[in-house]
């Protein structure tokens, strides 16, 4: 018989010398299909990805932008069904080109995207640098807003977790040999066009 219950265990320690930093430096955006999991390493309880590996063929968009453009955060939600996360990925288009469109116009026909991203608080020796969004469910195009009088008329697109897709954890730590230099992996798996 499975044991369901679940008990606390560890401590929540305070690193002297550390403080925390808000921001994100970079993000990129994976379509969702392209990781494969059997070659994928999860650990911590499912809270840190330790070898992120994509399918053959798969690539990784760049959303560049300023300090200002991007934000990424998760959210638990309850239920009567369990406790869930929502992860939620903003980005705002410094230039909606005609390439930019046709990736949003991808999204708002269901595609389905992770993101990384590469925070401004890297912790105390680079671990906590990376972070994903959307790994066991994906997210979805809940937002593209455009006004000319607002925002020095750029575009803002949020993608989000569906309701009933919820992530069994919030953003997971992206912590492995490959990613500790991340130029290297963005390298091999940059969009072409």
């Known amino acids: 018989m499975k044991n369901c219950d679940v008990k606390l265990a560890g401590a929540f320690l305070q690193e002297c010398g550390y403080k925390p930093k808000q921001g994100i430096q970079k993000k ?3 379509n969702w299909d392209d990781i494969d999991r059997a070659a994928t390493e ?17 690539y990784i968009i760049p959303a560049e932008g300023n300090a200002k453009t991007s934000s990424a955060s998760h959210s ?3 239920s009567e069904f369990g406790n869930g996360y929502v992860h939620t990925d903003s980005f705002t288009l410094l230039y909606r080109g005609a390439d930019a469109r046709a990736l949003i116009q991808q999204l708002a026909a269901g595609a389905k995207v992770c993101t990384i991203v590469q925070k401004t608080d890297m912790g105390k020796h680079g671990e906590l640098a990376l972070e994903i969004l959307g790994y066991e469910s994906g997210m979805v195009l809940t937002e593209d807003n455009w006004n000319s009088k607002e925002n ?8 989000a977790t569906q309701e009933g897709e919820e992530e069994s954890t919030g953003a997971k ?5 490959n990613m500790l230099n991340i130029e290297e992996f963005v390298e091999h798996y940059q969009w072409v066009p």
Do not use: Q
Request: no cysteine; hydrophobic share 45%; glycine share 12%.
């Open 173 to 177: 730590l992206l912590w492995t040999p």
């Open 28 to 30: 990129w955006y994976l």
């Open 42 to 58: 999860v650990s911590g309880d499912g809270t840190v990805i330790r070898e992120l590996v994509l399918k053959n063929g798969a």
């Open 76 to 78: 638990l939600t309850t």
């Open 152 to 159: 020095s008329g750029a575009t803002t697109i949020t993608v």
